[in-house]
């Protein structure tokens, strides 16, 4: 089943007194932003480290096509239906660059995703939430797109340089994805009252999850020192969670929508919004594979798996007759 604790190592990063002459040399690199591209030296870590968040990134591209492909069927019209397809096509397509930035660093895509089948990588527990009506397509679009831009912007600007360039396209994409989810809130917020009570409680659903993405608070975040200190992550996950709830606050007003937190007040003094947090209890239940969907979305992803056994045989099959004609040709 998806999601357990992984003891995946994190850990404070080493003084600058205990560093090899090896890991000071990249530790410079890291400082003077330069790039780290595939062949250049890398502690085991900071490659273990970038396997771990890239590949969960990656899945979590593909598993978040399973609530919204639900509903490629079901959109309202042919336009919402043609966007809806380009919007899933487009999260296939970051799952794909991503695992390929990962082949980068020595594993490959099908070790990645085997891992992940097996229940020992993650993907965003934003996903294990169901999409009830059309309404949900709008939130997910509006503040999961949007949480996922706040994350991604800041990662344009990580230290791997296969991750960092795979980002500027995603982000790009992601961008219209909001925009689409928001266009959805605005015209059911301005639609009946009916439509519009759907769109407040699709708000009021996804709203805590979306805090979630952020990963937990700084204080129970494992990884955060280590990785800011490789510029792997730019920011904390408690930063950018913050900067989501400034951002989106103003857009759910211009909605006329209402945040589901009572304790929602722009703070002066701090210069930004003071806020309720979501219920860790909760994210922590559905990491470790307790949220509403985790079994669906995992069966999901073992049958495509299982049912893509035959193409996968048939080009390892293909790949193996063009090499023997490539190699009669040499020979000939
Ligand atoms: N969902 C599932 N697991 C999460 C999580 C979340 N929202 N947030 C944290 N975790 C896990 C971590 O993976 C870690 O577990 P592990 O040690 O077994 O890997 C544990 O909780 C502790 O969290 P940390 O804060 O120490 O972990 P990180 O430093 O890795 O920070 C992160 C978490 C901010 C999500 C970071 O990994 C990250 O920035 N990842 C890249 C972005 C990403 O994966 N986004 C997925 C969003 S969905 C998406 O983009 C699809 C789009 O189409 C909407």
Redesign the pocket.
């Known amino acids: 089943m998806y999601?357990?604790?992984?003891d995946?190592g994190?850990k404070q990063p080493k003084r600058p007194d205990d560093l090899s002459a090896e890991e000071k040399a990249f530790m410079q690199r890291i400082d003077a932003n330069e790039k780290i591209e595939p062949k250049d030296w890398m502690p085991e870590g900071y490659r273990r480290t970038l396997i771990?968040?890239i590949g969960?990134?990656a899945h979590?591209?593909v598993v978040?096509q399973l609530p919204e492909g639900n509903w490629i069927t079901r959109a309202p019209t042919l336009e919402r239906k043609a966007i809806l397809l380009a919007k899933v096509q487009d999260?296939a397509g970051?799952g794909l660059y991503l695992y390929c930035a990962a082949e980068t660093l020595g594993v490959s895509r099908d070790d990645l995703i085997q891992r992940l089948l097996a229940g020992d990588m993650?993907?965003?527990?934003?996903?294990n939430y169901p999409t009830l009506n059309w309404a949900d397509i709008g939130a997910v679009g509006w503040l999961?797109?949007g949480?996922?831009i706040m994350?991604?912007v800041a990662?344009q600007r990580t230290s791997y340089g296969p991750y960092s360039r795979a980002m500027v396209r995603i982000c790009k994409e992601?961008s219209f994805?909001q925009r689409q989810g928001y266009d959805i809130m605005m015209k059911m917020a301005q639609g009946t009252p009916e439509q519009k009570a759907m769109a407040q409680d699709a708000l009021n659903r996804f709203w805590y999850p979306s805090l979630?993405?952020?990963?937990?608070p700084d204080s129970?975040?494992?990884?955060?020192a280590q990785?800011m200190a490789w510029k792997i992550?730019i920011n904390t996950?408690d930063e950018?969670r913050q900067r989501f709830v400034d951002q989106t606050v103003p857009q759910a007003e211009y909605l006329g929508l209402t945040i589901p937190d009572d304790n929602l007040r722009w703070n002066d003094e701090r210069g930004e919004y003071d806020f309720t947090q979501p219920d860790w209890e909760e994210?922590w239940q559905?990491?470790n594979g307790y949220g509403p969907c985790n079994r669906e979305r995992m069966d999901a992803r073992i049958k495509a798996w299982d049912d893509g056994a035959w193409f996968r045989e048939a080009l390892a099959e293909h790949g193996k007759k063009r090499a023997q004609r490539q190699a009669k040709a040499v020979n000939a």
């Open positions: 999601a357990q604790v992984i995946s994190g771990r968040q969960q990134h979590s591209e978040g999260e970051h993650k993907y965003s527990s934003i996903f999961v797109d949480a996922a994350n991604q990662l992601e994805h979630m993405m952020f990963g937990p129970d975040s494992v990884h955060t990785s992550k996950n950018l994210f559905v990491i």
